[in-house]
């Protein structure tokens, strides 16, 4: 965690905490919502969906824990430029990822017109990527608006 340091960096580092919880609290619902599905809604279908939630909250845990521990690390006070350039690469990585998200709804689609054709499972496993990509495109969008707010105000 970095003490001191110029104005921003409190809110930077607000701001990443923030990133880490909103994406462990997804995983969280995913991981609910894999349970409920694998509970009451018995089908080839909602078996593949929810095995799509379970391997995402997985993935998203670890990138919010690795993000945790990057940022918890010490490190000397930045200057405010420090601030504003860490800030714009943390807008950018957020950017790049929704073009990520954008590719695993394509996945997605893909596998349910390649594999779902004739099968419940696997349209279940492409429906829970496509759900699993637009929340983190919505995620990642967001993010890199409020930052971009946040950079303009600061």
């Known amino acids: 965690m970095i003490l001191g340091g110029a104005p921003g960096e409190r809110a930077l580092n ?12 997804w995983a969280g ?21 929810a095995l799509q939630c379970f ?10 824990l690795w993000g945790w521990w990057r940022e918890r690390r010490a490190l000397p006070p930045l200057t405010a430029r420090a601030v504003r350039e860490k800030a714009e690469q943390l807008r950018r990585n957020l ?8 590719l695993y709804i394509a996945l997605g689609a893909l596998l349910i017109t390649l594999w779902g054709v ?3 499972i696997g349209q279940g496993h492409g429906a829970g990527i496509i759900a699993q990509g637009a929340f983190l495109l919505a995620f990642d969008l967001g993010q890199s608006l409020r930052l ?3 950079m303009v105000n600061a």
């Not at 607000?14 to 609290?25: D, S």
């Not at 995402?56 to 919010?64: F, L, P, Q």
């Not at 950017?95 to 954008?102: K, Q, R, S, Y």
């Open 95 to 102: 950017l790049w990822n929704a073009g990520l998200d954008l």
């Open 148 to 150: 971009g707010r946040q």
């Open 14 to 25: 607000a701001f990443l905490r923030g990133l880490t919880v909103g994406l462990l609290a």
């Open 55 to 64: 391997l995402w909250a997985i993935i998203d845990t670890g990138i919010a």
């Open 118 to 120: 004739n099968s419940a």
């Open 29 to 49: 619902i995913s991981v609910a919502a894999g349970i409920l599905l694998l509970s009451f809604a018995q089908t080839p279908f909602w078996g593949g969906f």
